[in-house]
Structures are given as C-alpha cells and as structure tokens.
C-alpha cells in the first residue's frame, strides 16, 4: 500500500532514524513510499544523494557510524562492514581509506558508490554476520579471518587480545571459522595464533605488554607472570623464582612528574625487597627489543645461578 504524501514524511524520517540518519531508494519503496514521493523530496532537499539509491536525511554531516551504514546499503541487501571499518566498529583497531564491505557475491554490480571496497564471497554465512550499534557489520571472528591476511603477526595479535578482552570473541565461532574457511588468505595465521596466544597475554593491559609476551616466546624465555601484586605494587611481569621484574612503560601512562616519582619509589621498594627491575619502553620493543631481551636472559641466568649456589650452600 502507498504511504500518502502528508505521511511520508513522517515515515522516511522513522527510518532513517533507525540508520544513523541514512536510507535506500530500495527500503522507501518497499515501505510503500512512491518514487515520485522519492524523487520530489530529493528535489526539495530533503533527501540528499551518498551513494547510487542511498540517501542523507535533511543534511550530510553525518556520524562515522552514518558513512559506514550508507556504504552497506550502498552494496545492496544482505551486505555487512568488514576488515579494517569493522575492526574499528569493534573497537579492536583503526580504520583508514575507502570503505570496506563484504557481501554474498552474485545479482550485484559495485558500481557509482565512490569511497566503497566492496568485497565480494562465493557464500557468506549467518553465523558470520551480525549487528553492531545499529550497523550491519561482519562477525568478530569473520573480521579476525579478513585481518589475518593483511596484518603481520604481531599486530593481529593485539587485535586478537583486544577482541578477547572485551567479551566480543566467541571460540566455537572461531573455531567453525577456522575449519571452514580453509584455503582463504590469512587462515594459516589465524590459525597459529589461536593456537599459541599466551593466556598470560589475556591478562595485559596494554598493547606494550602483548608485544613483550610475544617477544619473549619469540627469543625462547621463560614465560613470566603478567600482572602480580609485589609488596604492595602491581607490577608489569615477574619471573617469581629468580625475583626479576619487566615494567613496560608508555608515555601516556608515565609522563608526568608525579607518576615519575612513583615509579622511581615504586623500584626502591622492590629492589629492597630483594628484586631486579629492568624498565622498557613501547619504542625500545618496537624498533629494537634485542639488547633489552639479552639483558633480561642474562638476569635470569645469572639469578637462577646465585638460587642454586645459595641452595647448594645451605645444604
């Protein structure tokens, strides 16, 4: 039935509304909505053209969310964001360039929708598509697959620890991702870290600390504790038996005078209590972890050595 004049208005507002303010020629007519309706309130300014068929409502100032709902509509019915755009609708990484969306391949043609990547599979199933704040946005675990062939280890790491941390990451979904979706770029590498993640790293609390996790598998040293509470100070990472300590430091967590001060009472006490504290920085991984790396291996030898004569001797 059409939606007469006086209420279209009304109508093409309530849906818009549901969409961060964006809409389809496609959903207006299936609400009954005349194309000449459609068309006279493009004419008028209300409806202002995004893409081929999609439209703004009243204006083009729109959220981040906006942009990114028109992009899905734009790619047509069963479409979702993906890679990187839903990375960051997860709140697991950025985002930069075109706008990324995955659909079902077949009956669609990418075209006239600048901005837009459309990604295009043979099969695309419900269990790896949802909805996020209003948006129709691919899977946590579908995003972690698409990821995985364009990020290096280290990083789809942190992406994978971020995604477990905030409660988004569903093991048996990964794990039907996994099994079904071998051959695709990138699987081998979701696969590997699923397996060898650190379950110490899921207790980090910073994108240092993950890294220094996987550093140490990386150069063969021991796993330390993540997170432990030493005499009255929470400490970073701890190898308890040689009493060796790792604080991973970042300038937005340690660069006023006062947490300074802190950090340098903080070391006091525990060298006092008896323990060995080597600082680090973010940059220091990053760009060169090696000497620090050597510098930790030679401590825990050199501590487990003095451990043994120590005991040999009360013997």
Sequence with gaps: ????????????????????????????????????????????????????????????????????????????????????????????CGSYGRIEVLRQSGGFRPEGHQGVKLHQTRRLHSWEVTVEKGVPVASMERVLLDLAGRMDAKRLERVFVQAYKRGDLSWPRLGRII????????????????????????????????????????????????????????????????????????????????????????????MAAGYEVHRTTYKMLELNPGPFLNNIRSALLTRTASTFRAGRQES
Excluded at 43 to 51: K, T, V, W
Excluded at 241 to 269: C, M, N, P, Y
């Design 1 to 92: 039935m059409l939606v007469r004049d006086r209420d279209a208005t009304v109508s093409i507002r309530a849906l818009a509304e549901r969409q961060h303010g964006v809409i389809s020629t496609r959903q207006l007519l299936e609400h009954g909505i005349d194309e000449e309706v459609v068309l006279g309130r493009r004419r008028a300014g209300f409806l202002i053209p995004l893409h081929q068929g999609i439209y703004a409502l009243g204006h083009q100032h729109l959220t981040r969310e906006g942009r990114w709902m028109a992009a899905v509509l734009a790619c047509g019915p069963g479409a979702v964001l993906s890679h990187f755009n839903a990375g960051c609708l997860w709140g697991v």
């Design 179 to 270: 099994t079904r979706r071998r051959g695709c770029k990138g699987v081998g590498r979701l696969r590997q870290i699923a397996l060898e993640v650190d379950p110490e790293a899921l207790e980090t609390k910073s994108v240092s600390e993950i890294d220094f996790l996987a550093l140490c598998r990386e150069a063969n040293l021991p796993t330390p504790a993540v997170n432990v509470l030493i005499e009255g100070h929470l400490v970073d990472f701890l190898w308890s038996a040689q009493r060796v300590i790792v604080e991973t430091d970042s300038w937005s967590h340690h660069g006023d005078r006062l947490t300074f001060e802190k950090d340098r009472q903080r070391d006091v006490d525990l």
